[in-house]
């Protein structure tokens, strides 16, 4: 569901496959079928952005859930079970803005297998385990994919700004809104979206 | 790019806001004093911080980006020591004297 890639990562179109794979029942909201190829009927694609001005050496983590409270939710699930949310998120500004993701509540998937070295805003070193920046996902040419769907597990940025002064970290979110349907028939070409229980193994 | 001419008749003066989801940079600036006496132009930069777990309810920040002197009766230019300059909010300038006879000229654009 979430991946980091070198370059900007093709988007779902319509008449293309997926596969959920992942423990079923955990990784999953329970009417997603795991192991069972969707295809995609239908792509919209929303442009999103949200800007954030961070004084040094402070933090703060946000939901990209759905809530009232928009300034500290990014609203970026969706509400239907048929659809699906692939989100291209790009950074632009601050080059000294840490992004960190959290999924779930508190836990870095994204970390070494070293018993050592966990995130920790706390050290200058351990911060540097996996933060997105402006250079790793530029909005010019977003590397980061999420995928999203109702009532999925929520998912968090934790923003953190390393640098001696204020910076202005401005986020740009390509939704690709995918309405999508169970098939029967296994597809000899298919996209894989990977659960929880993969990206924590 | 746009560009805007401020009278120094007030202390403080807004030049532009900077649209939520871009930055400011300044392109270059203007100075013309033809005022009595000299005058020095500070460029502001007042924005309020998003809410962090450190500081739950930030106040507004007045950050000085550059400080610019001319003499009375003289006319100075900057380019190449503003396009560092990043406006995160509001840009303001601010008079050390006032005066009708004071203009600047301030370039700008958005990232």
Partial sequence: ???????????????????????PGEDFPDFIQVDKPYIVEYTKQITFAR????????????????????ENYFNLFPTMKDSLYEILVGLKGGKNMLVFIQWPTERYPF?????????????????????????????????????????LTEMYFQLYNNGPDYEKLVFKFLVNKCKIRAVEKMPERY?????LSILLR | MPSIVITGDESTKEVFDTPYDKIGKITF????NQSASAVTVTLQDVFTPFAT???????????????????AGE???WEDKTKS????????LAFSTTSSDIKVTVGYDFE
Wanted: net charge negative; aromatic share 6%; proline share 8%.
């Fill in chain 1, 1 to 23: 569901m979430i991946k980091l890639f070198p370059k900007t990562p093709e988007i779902l179109q319509p008449n293309q496959y997926i596969v959920f794979k992942g423990k």
């Fill in chain 1, 51 to 70: 800007s954030f001005i961070f004084p040094s050496g402070e933090k703060k983590t946000l939901s990209l859930a759905n809530d009232s409270d928009y």
């Fill in chain 1, 111 to 151: 970390e070494l297998e070293s018993p050592h070295i966990h995130v920790d805003l706390d050290s200058t070193i351990t911060r540097m385990v996996s933060p997105i920046t402006v250079d790793r996902s530029p909005a010019d040419e977003p590397r980061l994919r999420i995928h999203t769907l109702k009532d």
């Fill in chain 1, 191 to 195: 996209r894989v979206i990977e659960g």
């Fill in chain 2, 29 to 32: 600036i203007e100075v013309d």
């Fill in chain 2, 53 to 71: 777990d450190e500081t739950p309810s930030p106040s507004e920040v007045t950050r000085n980006r550059k400080q610019f002197t001319v003499g």
């Fill in chain 2, 75 to 77: 006319e100075k230019s």
């Fill in chain 2, 85 to 92: 300059i990043e406006i995160l909010g509001t840009c303001k």
